[in-house]
């Protein structure tokens, strides 16, 4: 962040705290302001080339984001930030040190996923939230009739719908001993796919990256659940312009170790690493994450794939082609 705009946020800070005791109307436009600092500043983070710092810097912001929410409960800004800030702080944070731990303390890394766990469902919960303050009973909507509740969104609502299932897929996805919560994936496939049909080309293909996951184990999905994984993937990366690792790190581990294809395993997870992010600042940190969880996953490919030794640590060369589209949010 620079300096220009911490210090204007930090005055804002200063002067929201000062009129806590203020009446209420002063007390709201302050904290409003403050929320509408913090909720335009997402990008700042995005672009850091330090993970570690940021793993330290963002737990402070999404406090006061809640401290903030507790003055103002309704901020649909607020809410949508808390939502994804605390699903992107799970999975790159939490998650993740939890599976690259799990070969040296299985205990350890099951605390972990319990927090990630934990912290899912809290950003799922901030979602609801702000879903519910666009559409009154949205929540108690979904719980009885999914796709029929998910029908009512329009597409402003879809950063909301995004976020809040994904963060709910996930608590799901770290859940397998929790059948309640487990019977809850019909809501959250309800809000995808509506947000998928509602503008597919959300923050570059994120909608699509999800569902090369959730393809392969959806249930009654028809045809190929690889075809459709691969459809998804291969759309996700025409809308980043080959510029994000995710969607290759994520068809190498949901696809390429289902179907036991090391070769493409192996190829995709380089192509990620050659991934340039500096090419692309806003999504510096985000491929950043994604590159460390590839190297993560090639080094247990003689644990991922039957007969196979550790893999090469050095990459192939690779063409360097990359597809355009426009920049579309």
Known sequence: MSLNTTSKLLCLMMVCLGLMGSGCSIKRMAVNQVGNALTGSGTTFASDDDPELVKAAVPFSLKLMEALLNEEPRHEGLLLATASGFTQYGYAFVQEDADETEDKDLAVAEELRGRARRLYLRARNYGLRGLDVKHKGFEKALRANPKTAASVTTRQDVPLLYWTALSWAAAISLSKDNPNLIAE????EA?????LALNEAFEYGAIHTYFITYEMSRPGGAGDAAARSRRH????????????????????????????DLKQF??????????????????RLANLVMQRRAKWL????????????PSESNAPELPKKTVTTDERR
């Open 185 to 188: 994936m019909p809501m959250v």
């Open 191 to 195: 809000m995808m796919d509506r947000a």
């Open 298 to 309: 090639l080094s247990r490919t003689d644990q991922l794939f039957l007969g196979a030794g």
């Open 233 to 260: 993937f291969e759309r996700a990366v025409a809308l980043s312009g080959g510029q994000q690792a995710g969607p290759m790190v994520s068809f190498a581990e949901a696809v390429c170790v289902q179907k036991q």
């Open 266 to 283: 192996e190829s995709l997870l380089h192509q990620a690493l050659a991934v340039n992010p500096d090419q692309k600042p806003e999504w």
